[in-house]
């Protein structure tokens, strides 16, 4: 596991620390906030996703110190950074985020700030945890074939209710090769949207992830809301 640089987990923390081990990912991640764990089991749904590494490094900003909440790795090697705020806290930390973006982008990395908001819309974190239940089921080969097969026939992809009643499988199967990435979903993590197979994809690395969570790269010029705050240093 890639430890943080600030230590999350240890016998004096006065909160919840979340450890993931999800197979997909290629270490377990820590989260100190539901928020954060959230993301984490979004992420691992993403097939361009290798790695979600927390508290990875500490930007030296005009103003102090600051360590994003997470870098992640995708399998083409690219790298992106990710902070995870409650959505009312924002114009609070615009600031912090506009000149975190500027630096990392002149090292040609992206930066995404993502709000609670944003990650439990339509309830896409309760769907992704229902999935990762079933990451370690043991379905049989007959049944795992019977769905690729179906869904390979079907380049635009599927529902879940019809690839289950066309494959005669239960839906538990389609949610484990969910879980395991054999199978993705088209536009966003739903139990509505249509089923394809990952090399099916047109987006790929941070912009697959991105367009799941309705969020875009953070611009340096991103303008202060009027009651934005002055912020303030992380610890």
Same mark, same amino acid.
């Given at each position: 596991?890639?430890?943080?640089?600030?230590?999350?987990?240890?016998?004096?923390?006065?909160?919840?620390?979340?450890?993931?081990?999800?197979?997909?990912?290629?270490?377990?991640?820590?989260?100190?906030?539901?928020?954060?764990?959230?993301?984490?089991?979004?992420?691992?749904?993403?097939?361009?996703?290798?790695?979600?590494?927390?508290?990875?490094?500490?930007?030296?900003?005009?103003?102090?110190?600051?360590?994003?909440?997470?870098?992640?790795?995708?399998?083409?090697?690219?790298?992106?950074?990710?902070?995870?705020?409650?959505?009312?806290?924002?114009?609070?930390?615009? *600031?912090?985020?506009?000149?975190?973006?500027?630096?990392?982008?002149?090292?040609?990395?992206?930066?995404?700030?993502?709000?609670?908001?944003?990650?439990?819309?339509?309830?896409?974190?309760?769907?992704?945890?229902?999935?990762?239940?079933?990451?370690?089921?043991? *379905?049989?080969?007959?049944?795992?074939?019977?769905?690729?097969?179906?869904?390979?026939?079907?380049?635009?992809?599927?529902?879940?209710?019809?690839?289950?009643?066309?494959?005669?499988?239960?839906?538990?199967?389609?949610?484990?090769?969910?879980?395991?990435?054999?199978?993705?979903?088209?536009?966003?993590?739903?139990?509505?949207?249509?089923?394809?197979?990952?090399?099916?994809?047109?987006?790929?690395?941070?912009?697959?992830?991105?367009?799941?969570?309705?969020?875009?790269?953070?611009?340096a010029d991103a303008g202060i809301g009027p009651g934005a705050a002055r912020w303030k240093t992380c610890p």
């Open positions: 596991m890639n430890a943080p640089v600030r230590r999350l987990i240890k016998p004096t923390t006065p909160r919840t620390v979340h450890l993931l081990n999800i197979r997909s990912l290629a270490s377990p991640v820590q989260a100190e906030a539901s928020t954060e764990a959230d993301f984490v089991r979004l992420a691992a749904l993403c097939p361009t996703v290798r790695q979600v590494v927390a508290q990875p490094c500490t930007l030296q900003l005009s103003s102090g110190q600051y360590t994003p909440d997470f870098l992640i790795e995708f399998h083409s090697s690219e790298t992106s950074y990710w902070e995870i705020k409650l959505a009312s806290r924002f114009d609070q930390y615009r *600031p912090l985020f506009n000149e975190a973006a500027q630096q990392l982008g002149k090292q040609g990395l992206r930066f995404y700030a993502v709000s609670n908001v944003s990650l439990r819309k339509h309830d896409r974190h309760r769907f992704a945890a229902l999935l990762q239940r079933y990451e370690r089921d043991q *379905p049989s080969a007959a049944g795992i074939e019977r769905v690729l097969d179906r869904i390979r026939s079907e380049p635009l992809g599927l529902p879940i209710r019809a690839l289950v009643e066309l494959a005669s499988v239960p839906c538990e199967l389609i949610y484990h090769l969910l879980a395991r990435r054999q199978l993705t979903f088209k536009n966003r993590v739903s139990p509505d949207d249509l089923i394809t197979l990952p090399n099916l994809l047109e987006k790929s690395d941070d912009v697959l992830l991105a367009s799941w969570l309705d969020v875009s790269p953070w611009r």
